[in-house]
């Protein structure tokens, strides 16, 4: 039986600083909390269960799911008090999961860098889009990660709002019976 080549390091904590790494971290767990969110909104907006959910939405990613969000809202939200805010909240999803693209499948380093490079650590400062000029340093990515909880927070006040707006009153109903 022959031993596997084993390192004792992941090449992360090898290519990134520590608040790199900790950036990296804050933003996959943000922008999955408002994945979460958009799943919840599809789902009570479409009345799936857990498995139709996963049917039909378990696969995609992020991005689908907001244009997936914003069709199903759109035509009851369009011509409504709600719109602007919905407008807004949803640029600024967009935005958000532009910028996270970056930060996630960026590149934080050269393909070519030798193993000597990357030994050294730290010498990419931040994370590059690939056939682009823009950058997001560490600290732009913990600003981001901010801004993706914040987003979340608002779509939910504001689809909560939307809600008890969209149900008829209970003296409504009382007058209609």
Known sequence: MTEEFRLDFVM????LADDQLKAIGCIALESTALESCLEKIINNACSFDEKRSEIFIGQLMIGAKSKIMRDLLWPQVVGTKHEPEFQLIYGEIRDLISKRNVAVHGEWNSMAAGFMELATRNNIPSAKKRG???TLKATE???LAHRFDRCQNRLLRWYAEFLASSQ???ENLHDNT
């Open 168 to 170: 008829p009153s209970l």
């Open 132 to 134: 682009s000029t823009l």
């Open 12 to 15: 992360s904590e090898i290519i």
């Open 141 to 143: 990515i913990m600003e």
